[in-house]
Structure formats: C-alpha cells, structure tokens
C-alpha cells in the first residue's frame, strides 16, 4: 500500500510510480468518487473529445473532398459490409 503525506494546505503529492499505474501523465486530470465509510475511488479523468477537435483531426492528411453523396455510399457500404 502506498501512502501519501497531506500538507498543511491539504495537499498531496502523488509519487511517479502511483500516476504512472493510473496512467496519468502531468497536465492530465484526475476523478475521485467519494465512497460511504470515508473512502474513496481515483482514477484518470477520460478526456473530454470536441467537435472541432474531431474535424480537425484529419486536416491537412489529404486533398481529396468527397461529395455527400460518397459520403452517403461509403456510409452505406460499411454499414452492410459490402465491398
């Protein structure tokens, strides 16, 4: 079991090895639910995604702008899973 030292201000500092299991690295948040019986749970925040993050995630990877309508057929294609 790992323990941790609160300061005075009521801060922690969490060692490398705890944030490395909890796969957070620095800039990351962290979630706690609080538990009945003084206990509690923390884990790595999921990210939240954007829309514009989203969108942007392909720019610039091709020059190639598809119509709605291959678009739509590409949709439908993969959603039948015909070549």
Known sequence: MTQLTVTARGQVTFRKEVLQHLGIRPGDKMEL??????K???YAAKPAGTMAGFVGLL????????????IDQAIAQAWSNTP
């Open 59 to 70: 720019a610039g990877k091709t020059t190639k702008v598809a119509t709605l309508e291959e």
């Open 33 to 38: 639910d609080l538990l009945p019986g003084g």
């Open 40 to 42: 509690g749970v923390l």
